[in-house]
């Protein structure tokens, strides 16, 4: 089992940044790669970013690529997503996952460990 946590969300303007963090625990963290969700209201939860279990391989959605970094601390146990440039379509909850699967994984049904969310409010 791997339990994520994240933090680091909150209400931010629009243009502005946030950093949201995920701290796992459990299992040897460098085993898994690591992915962001996020869920609009009203809306499905989509794919944001993911990163490998070195920090490499990584990939982006469309919608947040050249604003969004994902980078992780293996030693530290720990996920980050670095968001620049909010907009408030940004507005989601967003999820940490973490999946031991191989391969380049961006679906939500290959991740099987999920964090509870953190809110983020882009105001215009």
Partial sequence: QV????????LVQAGGSLRLSCAASGRTFSNYRMG????????????VATAGRSG???????????RFTISRD??????????????????AVYYCAATAAPGFLI??????????????????
């Fill in 3 to 10: 339990q994520l946590v994240e933090s680091g969300g909150g």
């Fill in 74 to 91: 293996n030693a530290k146990n720990t996920v980050y997503l670095q968001m620049n440039s909010l907009k408030p379509e940004d507005t």
């Fill in 36 to 47: 962001w969700f996020r869920q609009a209201p009203g809306k499905e939860r989509e794919f």
């Fill in 107 to 124: 679906r939500e049904y290959e991740y099987g460990y999920w964090g509870q969310g953190t809110q983020v409010t882009v105001s215009s």
């Fill in 56 to 66: 490499g391989s990584t990939y982006y959605a469309d919608s947040v690529k050249g």
